[in-house]
């Protein structure tokens, strides 16, 4: 089979790799459809490494995927051939202190697609994984819309976390993926007033489209300073999700005494910093994300309700023999590109 491997820092390869063994236990083989380029995929592209995860080359990325059901094993009892997946890239031991807490999303022995150390990615023709990752897509939702149940747990996670939205003002400080999965999720959870910020024009205006109630291009405005004068009480929660420290100084400023900075996006550097007499002196919440944790499903169940346009979402579609193509546009946000997938339906 045929599989895209990151070869060195900012080259992909297309080669051929053998194919998985026959499904064991309660595994899948699954035929790989569409993998979504995600921003910690462009990390490791660009340098290698997120904190101490460093990719030793070639290593394959990827952990936004949909899939079809080829064979199981004989442990298998809820998925058959045929079926339609959407995939948790997580894998956890379900054993561990953090797993038998509930917290499945920190367990100390978690295995995670694409994630140098753990266990290679998606981006590839067939892979195994557990029956336990994997939830059945109803018919009326697309193989794409499946890729976008990853990304949209976590920003269904966040809002979760953050608390209740009821009436709240909140602001979404970056209008990715994930930015924009918190900004619908938001809505579903009842935000009473939307905030949405980011650098590219083509984004502030999707997040307008997505629903929005304010939406500002930082690098045409003081966006803090517009969202102080019609937001005069400022923000109850802001959800940092593009991972720069502008962001989350932003964040700080614009939040009201007593509010909640949700951390979401994933830096390349290593430390945050913030003035400390301003956080102190509002005496404001930092709550920070890993991933999600149980969010699949309703995941799932809001992109199939249609209540959201989540395809909007998707702006460009390669080819597997176009993969350096979609990494450098991503990382280089180049032509308005939002979610950029990969359909490995078209491999030649």
């Known amino acids: ?88 890239p997580a894998m956890p031991c379900f054993e561990c202190e953090q797993c038998s807490q509930g917290r499945e999303n920190t367990c100390l022995n978690l295995l995670f697609l694409g994630c140098p ?60 993926p994930i930015g924009d999965s918190v900004l619908l999720s938001a809505r579903h959870f009842g935000a009473a007033r939307i905030v949405v910020t980011d650098r590219i024009s083509e984004r502030v205006k999707l997040a307008s489209d997505l629903g929005a109630d304010y939406v500002y291009n930082v690098e045409l405005c003081n966006a803090s300073e517009e969202i102080k004068r019609v937001i005069p009480e400022l923000t109850d929660i802001v959800f940092e999700c593009s991972g720069e420290q502008e962001a989350f100084d932003q964040g700080i400023d614009i939040l009201k005494p007593g509010g909640t900075l949700v951390l979401v996006g994933i830096p390349e550097f290593e430390r945050w910093s913030f003035r400390a007499d301003q956080a102190r002196r509002k005496e404001l919440n930092i709550l920070h994300i890993r991933r999600q944790n149980g969010c699949v499903k309703p995941a799932i169940k809001l992109i199939a309700s249609g209540k959201y346009d989540f395809g909007k979402m998707i702006t460009h579609r390669f080819a597997p023999e176009q993969s350096q193509q979609a990494f450098e546009a991503v990382a280089n946000y180049s032509d308005g590109v939002l979610k950029a997938l990969l359909d490995i339906r078209m491999t030649n």
């Open 117 to 176: 150390g753990q266990a290679e990615g998606a981006m590839k023709e067939k892979i195994l994984m557990p029956e336990h990752c994997c939830y059945k897509i109803p018919d009326t939702m697309s193989l794409e819309e499946a890729v976008l149940v990853e990304p949209l747990s976590i920003g269904y996670y966040a809002v979760q976390r953050a608390g209740n939205l009821q009436g709240k003002t909140v602001a979404v400080l970056g209008a990715g």
């Open 1 to 88: 089979m045929k599989a895209i491997h990151l070869d060195s820092l900012n080259k992909l390869v297309l080669s051929e790799v053998p194919d998985p063994p026959a499904p064991n236990g309660n595994e899948l083989l699954l035929k790989v459809e569409c993998v979504g380029v995600c921003g910690s995929d462009i990390h490791y592209f660009r340098t290698g490494r997120i904190g101490e995860q460093v990719v030793e080359f070639p290593f394959i990325l990827g952990h936004e995927f949909s899939a079809t059901v080829l064979e199981t094993g004989t442990g298998v009892k809820n998925l058959k051939p045929g079926d339609r997946v959407a995939v948790d």
